[in-house]
Antibody, heavy 115, light 103 residues
Framework: QVQLVQSGSELKKPGASVKVSCKAS????????INWVRQAPGQGLEWMGW????????TYVQGFTGRFVFSLDSSVSTAYLQISSLKAEDTAVYYC????????WGQGTLVTVSS | EIVLTQSPGTLSLSPGERATLSCRAS???????LAWYQQKPGQAPRLLIY???SRATGIPDRFSGSGSGTDFTLTISRLEPEDFAVYYC?????FGQGTKVEI
């Protein structure tokens, strides 16, 4: 069965970096791009962009350029989201989802930025 | 950039009642890429409807989607206790702000 399993919660200080992983199984990894979605505490869903799992080419939605980097390691069917120069407002749950947005999404990774 | 506006923000209903949720786009959009999701606290969103009106796998038939152009609707014909949640519409990636369906 299709699964997207994300890495565990992270607690980081402002200015640090974090790398969230999303490991896919149950399907051919390169058949579907991977989307990333942010959800701040008590807020709605924000689409951050996606990465083409064939070419590794990322596409970032406005507001998620500069400090946000999508990457892949296709040898282990894993997509990554790296956020640098973390700010308090980056505190959120980050989800990965397949290109077709079908279930299941990743379970979410809580990133907390606090001094 | 297309903006999706959902209404109402909160819908207060009782089990067994009908829920009607609206999603309005700032300009005409393709129905092919209009989806609805349900999210419960502490859980990832769950795809309910895609292509504006097609139910995703395993979704009960009390959930239905309709609409075209700029106006789309999610209808829950008879609310079950497990349906109280937040619902989001989505167009080509971008999400509306959500509607909370509460008891």
């Amino acid at each position: 069965q299709v699964q997207l399993v994300q890495s565990g919660s992270e607690l980081k200080k402002p200015g640090a970096s974090v790398k969230v992983s999303c490991k896919a199984s149950g399907y051919i990894f390169t058949s579907y791009a991977i989307n990333w979605v942010r959800q701040a505490p008590g807020q709605g869903l924000e689409w951050m962009g996606w990465i083409n799992t064939n070419t590794g080419n990322p596409t970032y939605v406005q507001g998620f350029t500069g400090r946000f980097v999508f990457s892949l390691d296709s040898s282990v069917s894993t997509a990554y989201l790296q956020i640098s120069s973390l700010k308090a407002e980056d505190t959120a749950v980050y989800y990965c989802a397949r290109e077709d947005w079908s279930d299941p999404w990743g379970q979410g990774t809580l990133v907390t930025v606090s001094s | 950039e297309i903006v999706l506006t959902q209404s109402p923000g909160t819908l207060s209903l009782s089990p067994g009642e009908r829920a009607t949720l609206s999603c309005r786009a700032s300009q005409s959009v393709s129905s092919s890429y209009l989806a609805w999701y349900q999210q419960k606290p502490g859980q990832a969103p769950r795809l309910l409807i895609y292509g504006a009106s097609s139910r995703a796998t395993g979704i009960p038939d009390r959930f239905s989607g309709s609409g075209s152009g700029t106006d789309f609707t999610l209808t829950i014909s008879r609310l079950e206790p497990e349906d109280f949640a937040v619902y989001y519409c989505q167009q080509s990636g971008s999400f509306g702000q959500g509607t909370k369906v509460e008891i």
